[in-house]
Each structure stands twice: as structure tokens, then as C-alpha cells.
């Protein structure tokens, strides 16, 4: 009996944390809980991108849909200088677009602040990442 009290506590304490973060399957992401949104754009980006914090004017109330003139950088490698590992960054890749390059691992603050890689704007089309015979994300764990 001993043993399922700790087990009992452990899934009632992972099904709490969980509970707080995902709606029908899904992470309900945050952007409140960002600590920066960098956008990227192949076709629009230049080298004077803009870092923002939420909210902003210019972004308006959903960063992946933003409702001014976004100042994006032009590759990843620019948006990338602008980040540090364990931030809650969100990297947005313009609809539509094409990138040279995968893109590299990165890790979130804490578990309801990730780092997110995802994509903006109206286009149908997903951002597209050449990356020859290079793997587009690489991931590994390590201390688990």
C-alpha cells in the first residue's frame, strides 16, 4: 500500500501540471509568457530586424498574425544572434517563404515558457527549409 500513495501522488501532480498547458491535446501557447518574438523573412527580412516583446502595437493581439509592418531579419542565422539558450523566445518563419539551412536546437526557460520555433502571416504555404542532405532540426537531450 506504501507504494501506490507516492504513485498516486505523482500522476495526480503530473496530470495538475499538464492540466495547466494543453486543451484537447494541444500546448495552449502563451505569447504573455514570451520573453521575445523575433521574426524572420526571407523575402521581407533585412539586416536591421526587430526584436519585440508582447504585446506591441505592431504585432497586435496574436504574434503569428501580426497586424502592423513587421520588421523581420532576413536569415535565421541573424535572428538566432539575438537569442540566448534557456530564453522563452518565440522565432517566427514568414509564411510562404524559403530558407537556406535548418534551424538549431534551442531550449525554453521552463516548461510554461518554451522556446518556440513557428511560422506568421497569411499565407497557405508553410515557411520551406533547404537544407540539402542536412537534417532541418536536430535535438538532443542530455543529464536525462
Do not use: H
Not at 13 to 27: E, H, M, V
Not at 38 to 62: A, L
Not at 68 to 90: C, R, S, Y
Amino acid at each position: 500500500m506504501k507504494r501506490k500513495i507516492p504513485s498516486l501522488f505523482f500522476a495526480l501532480f503530473l496530470w495538475y501540471s499538464y492540466a495547466q498547458q494543453i486543451s484537447n491535446g494541444w500546448t495552449v501557447l502563451d505569447p504573455n509568457k514570451a520573453d521575445k518574438i523575433i521574426y524572420v523573412s526571407d523575402s521581407d527580412g533585412t539586416n536591421n530586424g526587430v526584436v519585440y516583446s508582447f504585446p506591441s502595437p505592431v504585432i497586435g493581439s496574436d504574434p503569428m498574425t501580426p497586424s502592423g509592418t513587421i520588421a523581420a531579419f532576413k536569415t535565421i542565422d541573424q535572428a538566432m544572434e539575438n537569442v540566448d539558450d534557456g530564453e522563452a523566445a518565440w522565432v517566427l518563419f514568414k509564411r510562404g517563404d524559403v530558407f537556406q539551412g535548418g534551424i538549431p536546437p534551442q531550449s525554453g526557460a521552463v516548461q510554461d515558457r518554451p522556446f518556440l520555433y513557428s511560422s506568421y502571416g497569411t499565407a497557405q504555404e508553410l515557411p520551406l527549409f533547404l537544407t540539402g542532405a542536412e537534417s532541418a532540426v536536430s535535438f538532443c537531450c542530455t543529464g536525462l
